[in-house]
């Protein structure tokens, strides 16, 4: 049975053969090994009307919430979070906002859309609904909204890999959550309450949610993703943004390998479904593509995190060669010993030493 799932959850996250490249994908940002953050136009309706300006505020200001930039007269929105990637060894972790009218909530997104945890769509109707959303003069587009922070493997690699300074996965998801809530809410909207797909204990990351927006309701939940509207809405867009960024990579690999193949000439996009299947260390296409693909020495490009099982194993082992890099001498390890010459050292052995004088050894101190 377990082996049956692990197969079906590998084929849903299989991206499709046909991808629709929407525009939070960041085409240049992503082949540069970038991370980058995207946010959707506002919806007029979600802003201040035109009878008054988020400068007007009223005359008691602790009715309005310390975080907050919108009008008071902006309409109340549902805002979801949920993300796609954390577990591959290629791609991006891409974390997605997903907002709409509270009273749209469920007849909008749940009944006249059908959006459902992204796992429970096909790729098809995933695709379609992120059309939708992107078509400006579609009921989604202009009632709702949505922004994208998408997590580079290359620096989610990193920060996981850093000596001085670590900065795990569980601290990238947490940042990247904050940056787009706050930069939602910096644009003028107005938030009723956040609902989160869990991260490890909901009490516990809703806490730590609840202390940065303290002005703001906040529900985290397991399975948030299949139980709120908006949650299903953000899974969708980061999935289907996740999909696609790992079409743009796979392109790009593609092309290159293609071009040095046919001597310069590269081949056209599409041509081949994705090699290395969902980019899951699971996924035996996947491991199979890294293997095949590795160079010896640089491994590969900006679409693996280096810092996964996977990848280290793979660099360090009999495929890998070992680099060792020499310790950079700052200048301040110096003892005042290592100036003078041992006594056991003969005159040859420091020739500018021996041309002045004998050298003096510790002995003589």
């Known amino acids: 049975m ?10 849903l996250e299989t991206p499709p053969s ?13 082949l540069a090994g970038d991370s980058y953050t995207y946010y959707s136009p506002i919806p007029p309706s979600l802003l201040p009307t035109a009878s008054s300006s988020s400068s007007s505020q009223p005359d008691n200001a602790a009715t309005v919430r310390p975080e907050t930039t919108a009008s008071p007269d902006s309409p109340l929105v549902f805002l979801g979070i949920d993300e796609a990637g954390r577990g591959p060894v290629l791609g991006p972790m891409v974390y997605s906002a997903f907002y709409v009218p509270v009273p749209l909530s469920d007849p909008l997104l749940r009944q006249t859309h059908r959006f459902d945890d992204s796992k429970a769509l096909t790729p098809a109707a995933r695709i379609n609904l992120m059309r939708i959303l992107c078509d400006p003069t579609s009921d989604l587009a202009t009632s709702c909204g949505f922004a994208i922070r998408a997590l580079s493997a290359r620096d989610i690699a990193a920060g996981m890999l850093s000596t001085a300074n670590p900065y795990n996965l569980n601290a990238q998801a947490f940042d990247a959550t904050v940056e787009i809530i706050r930069g939602v809410i910096a644009r003028g909207v107005r938030v009723e309450e956040i609902f989160v797909d ?12 609840q202390r940065v927006f303290p002005g703001v309701k906040i529900t985290v939940a397991k399975k948030a993703d299949s139980l709120y509207p908006c949650v ?38 599409g041509d081949e479904a994705m090699a290395w299947g969902s980019g899951y260390p699971s996924d035996a296409r996947c491991v199979t593509w890294l293997k095949n693909n590795m160079h010896p020495i640089f491994g590969w490009g900006p679409e693996c995190r280096f810092s996964w099982g996977t990848a280290k194993d793979m660099v360090e082992g009999k495929n890998g060669v070992k680099v060792e890099w020499p310790v950079e001498d700052d200048g301040e390890t110096n003892r005042m010993t290592d100036y003078f010459v041992s006594s056991d050292r003969g005159m040859e052995s420091d020739e500018l030493g021996a041309w002045f004088g004998r050298p003096a050894g510790v002995e003589a101190f």
């Open 2 to 11: 377990e082996d049956v799932s692990m197969k079906e959850d590998i084929a």
């Open 18 to 30: 046909t991808i629709f490249i929407p525009p939070s994908v960041d085409q240049n940002a992503t």
């Open 198 to 209: 869990t991260v490890g204990q909901p009490a516990a990351y809703q806490a730590k949610l």
């Open 232 to 269: 299903s809405a953000a899974s969708v867009c980061a999935k289907v943004t996740r999909d696609a960024a790992l079409e743009v990579l796979y392109r790009a690999h593609r092309a290159a390998t293609m071009g040095e193949e046919r001597g310069g000439t590269e081949a056209e996009d």
